[in-house]
């Protein structure tokens, strides 16, 4: 079971706005960045959102992350087919002294 | 441009050991901790620890107590993941990758990924 609880699936028509939340705990999200990481099927998982609200170079601002309290959410707005994947939200625990992931959410563009 | 490139896939009898490799080039290797993740298949991520390249320091899950060895070879710029005593549970793809800052869960890149399969 994860220490990072994500809904295991979540779903949009193109052009919606699709939110996917990360809930944690005063160890983990609540006194440390949030990052966030894209799977496409069958590849490595990539880094799609970093120190809560930052985009690597090509991702497109699209995507967003925000963080309040112990939870934090990735945001994606206009919703595209190519976003369909698997997203995952990463912390530091202080208590465990270890990154901690989210299990996963499965996003499906209808 | 940063890579990782780790060694290749390993089939494993229970019980025995794997040594997995992660060759970093395009960064200065002793300026970035070094983490392990591993994916079951199916599964989500899962960490297993890191390991400072610089001083060799490293630190692991509780879960892997006793089994999990991380090294590092500057001289090459290769980091090492030794895990011993395997199941069927470690079935996986294992990677590595850079982090950024102590206490990080921002990785970039990830190695290709390494996968293991333990089956008698």
């Known amino acids: 079971q994860s220490l990072l609880t994500q809904p295991p699936s979540a779903s949009g028509t193109p052009g919606q706005r699709v939110t996917i939340s990360c809930s944690g705990s005063n160890s983990n999200v609540g006194p440390n960045t949030v990052n966030w990481y894209r799977q496409f099927p069958g590849t490595t998982p990539q880094p799609l959102i970093h120190?809560?609200?930052l985009r690597p170079s090509g991702v497109p601002d699209r995507f967003s992350g925000s963080k309040s309290g112990t939870s934090a959410s990735l945001a994606v707005t206009d919703l595209q087919s190519e976003d369909e994947a698997i997203y995952y939200c990463a912390a530091w625990d202080d208590d465990l002294k270890a990154v901690v992931f989210g299990g996963g959410t499965t996003l499906t563009v209808l | 441009q940063e890579h990782l490139v780790q060694s290749g896939a390993e089939v494993k009898r229970p019980g025995s050991s794997v040594r997995i490799s992660c060759k970093a080039s395009g960064y200065t290797f002793t300026a970035h901790f070094i983490h392990w993740v591993r994916q079951a298949p199916g599964q989500g991520l899962e960490w297993l620890g890191w390991i400072n390249p610089n001083t060799g320091v490293t630190d692991h899950g509780q879960k892997f107590q006793g089994r999990v060895t991380l090294t590092r070879d500057t001289s090459i710029t290769t980091a090492y993941l030794d895990l011993s005593r395997l199941t069927s549970d470690d079935t996986a793809v294992y990677f590595c990758?850079?982090?950024?800052?102590?206490?990080?869960?921002?990785?970039?890149?990830w190695g290709q990924g390494t996968l293991v399969t333990v089956s008698s």
């Open positions: 990758v850079r982090a950024f800052g102590v206490r990080s869960s921002r990785f970039d890149p």
């Open positions: 120190s809560i609200n």
